[in-house]
T-cell receptor, first 118, second 113 residues
Framework: DTGVSQDPRHKITKRGQNVTFRCDPI?????LYWYRQTLGQGPEFLTYFQNEAQLEKSRLLSDRFSAERPKGSFSTLEIQRTEQGDSAMYLCASSFQPTGPAAAQPQHFGDGTRLSIL | AQSVTQPDIHITVSEGASLELRCNYSYGATPYLFWYVQSPGQGLQLLLKYFSGDTLVQGIKGFEAEFKRSQSSFNLRKPSVHWSDAAEYFCAVGEAGGFKTIFGAGTRLFVKA
């Protein structure tokens, strides 16, 4: 168990630029989540993958955000035309459960990517 | 909609003292309940979980939590706090039949010598 890995750990960019983050989940985990966390708040759900299928996407996620999980392994989260309000910690988490409710399974979190928009 | 309330934004306790962090949830049925801990600059780590059965659950690092259906609460406790317990603690509810986990806003724990 090498843990959930996220890259980069920090990203500083100018407003209007595009950014892409990568998440490598624990290898046998079939479920993958993206969250956004701002200062003083808990993680907010962004999107969820079961294997390669994106099954749910938060209404918080504007059209500027897109996530993929090709082949059901690593995942990427892209933000286009970044805005000041996108500054946050972006957390990835994974879990394994072949059947049953996804929300019943504890999640393993990466250390996050901190995004700062200048 | 499900929600999680952690009434205390921050708590300070002396090292060696007992600790109780409060969590209240809003949900019609028995929820999936979790406590996570987050150290600065890091991701969240699971402390313990409750799905059903015994309402007192034991977790890692000497933590325990008690599910009280009548009070819609799932408070986290530790009998003797160590300086290394200083961190942010999040209570969370799993969306029954769905995918989401809803997190509270967190309680930051400070430990004084």
């Amino acid at each position: 168990d090498t843990g959930v890995s996220q890259d980069p750990r920090h990203k500083i960019t100018k407003r209007g630029q595009n950014v892409t983050f990568r998440c490598d989940p624990i290898s046998e985990h079939n479920r993958l989540y993206w969250y956004r966390q701002t200062l003083g708040q808990g993680p907010e759900f962004l999107t969820y993958f079961q294997n390669e299928a994106q099954l749910e996407k938060s209404r918080l996620l504007s059209d500027r955000f897109s996530a993929e999980r090709p082949k059901g392994s690593f995942s990427t989260l892209e933000i286009q035309r970044t805005e000041q309000g996108d500054s946050a910690m972006y957390l990835c988490a994974s879990s394994f459960q072949p059947t049953g409710p996804a929300a019943a399974q504890p999640q393993h979190f990466g250390d996050g990517t901190r995004l700062s928009i200048l | 909609a499900q929600s999680v309330t952690q009434p205390d934004i921050h708590i300070t306790v002396s090292e060696g003292a007992s600790l109780e962090l409060r969590c209240n949830y809003s949900y019609g049925a028995t929820p999936y309940l979790f406590w996570y801990v987050q150290s600065p600059g890091q991701g969240l780590q699971l402390l313990l979980k409750y799905f059903s059965g015994d309402t007192l659950v034991q977790g890692i690092k000497g933590f325990e939590a008690e599910f009280k259906r009548s009070q819609s609460s799932f408070n986290l406790r530790k009998p003797s706090v160590h300086w290394s317990d200083a961190a942010e603690y999040f209570c969370a509810v799993g969306e029954a039949g769905g995918f989401k986990t809803i997190f509270g806003a967190g309680t930051r724990l400070f430990v004084k010598a």
